[in-house]
């Protein structure tokens, strides 16, 4: 195997709209976690015709949007332990599926 291609080469060489397979390679992660980050609104897609496509742009503005939340993250273990405690589900009861 040859040496790896440094960063700004692959990234000078990518296409400007990237199918989100290519954007899940990229991100290093997988593809259905890339199909809910588009339905939750985190990423936004272009569509061009039928076709979805996340402009690279948007992978880089993504990226910084995590960026920036971890630098806000709590830093005491306290403050971990409330934010992380409020997250949780407040209803745990088990949801039933609807009979056929």
């Known amino acids: 195997m040859g040496d790896p291609e440094p960063v700004q080469d692959v990234l000078a060489s990518s296409p400007l709209l990237l199918t989100p397979e290519e ?20 990423l936004r897609p272009v569509h061009i015709g039928r076709s979805c496509r996340l402009p690279r742009a ?30 949780r589900r407040i209803d745990a009861t088990p949801h039933r599926r609807h009979a056929r």
């Open 23 to 42: 954007a899940a390679t990229v991100l290093r992660i997988g593809r259905t976690t890339i199909y809910a980050l588009m339905q939750a609104g985190d």
């Open 58 to 87: 948007e992978l880089e503005r993504y990226v910084r949007s995590l960026e920036t939340s971890s630098n806000a993250a709590p830093t005491s273990k306290s403050e971990f332990d409330a934010a992380r405690s409020s997250r």
